[in-house]
């Protein structure tokens, strides 16, 4: 099983920096790899997809990058309704979730 | 535009069956997508369960794969989870979602259901 490690488990930012979150997969997914955005009581929403590509609707802010075993998820400016919790997930071997980061408010 | 809607019983005792149906709107479930299931516990994170195709193809966690079966009914636009010998530790909110690509087997989900909670007690 592909075990994929999210960090930091919560980042506190204040609207308007810079979000950094991490997800580290145990072996190579290539850029077999998801970021989702979940807000309380929704369900998770696609944010990036194969690594890299935006889902249609998701606003330029949110950029995603690496290979391999390292991917970022990159939020340039965090807007309000950004402050939420981020999950990745990888479907090169199978099919796993990371455990989540959540961006909270400073 | 495609829909996803969970439903079916809301509380299960112990050692029984989940059992819920997703019904799709929007969308031919034969249309060559793979559709999934995922749970969630409340304050948790996401658990993939399985996936299954118009073909019969199911793909499911191998950790679940002894309790768990998928299937279609074509007729009605909608797919549903069994899921056997439950436990407290199967309380969860329970999503049902799309793969993102037509014909991809694995891969990102969208759309996805609202979900339902689903609490395992006597």
């Known amino acids: 099983e592909v075990v994929l490690t999210q960090s930091p488990a919560t980042l506190s930012l204040s609207p308007g920096e810079r979000a950094t979150l991490s997800c580290r997969a145990s072996?190579?997914?290539?850029?077999?790899l998801t970021w989702y955005q979940q807000k309380p009581g929704q369900a998770p929403r696609l944010l990036i997809y194969?690594?890299?590509n935006r889902a249609t609707g998701i606003p330029a802010r949110f950029t995603g990058s690496g290979s391999g075993t390292d991917f970022t998820l990159t939020i340039s400016s965090l807007e309000p309704e950004d402050f939420a919790l981020y999950y990745c997930?990888?479907?090169?071997?199978?099919?796993?979730f990371g455990g989540g980061s959540r961006v909270e408010i400073k | 535009q495609v829909q996803l809607q969970e439903s079916g019983p809301r509380l299960v005792k112990p050692s029984e069956t989940l059992s819920l149906k997703c019904s799709v709107s929007?969308?031919?479930?034969?249309?060559?997508?793979?559709w999934g299931w995922i749970r969630q516990p409340p304050g948790k994170g996401l658990e993939w369960i399985g996936n299954?195709?118009?073909?019969?193809?199911?793909d499911y966690n191998p950790s679940l794969k002894s309790r768990v079966t998928i299937s279609f009914d074509m007729s009605k636009n909608h797919y549903s989870l069994n899921l056997s010998s439950v436990t407290a530790a199967d309380t969860a909110f329970y999503y049902c979602?799309?793969?993102?690509?037509?014909?991809?087997?694995?891969?990102?989900?969208?759309?996805w259901g609202q979900g339902t909670l689903v609490t395992v007690s006597s």
């Open positions: 979602a799309r793969v993102f690509r037509r014909g991809y087997r694995f891969g990102s989900f969208d759309p």
């Open positions: 997930q990888q479907h090169s071997n199978g099919l796993t």
């Open positions: 072996q190579s997914v290539t850029n077999y």
């Open positions: 929007g969308d031919s479930i034969i249309g060559g997508y793979y």
């Open positions: 194969s690594a890299s």
């Open positions: 299954i195709h118009q073909s019969g193809n199911t």
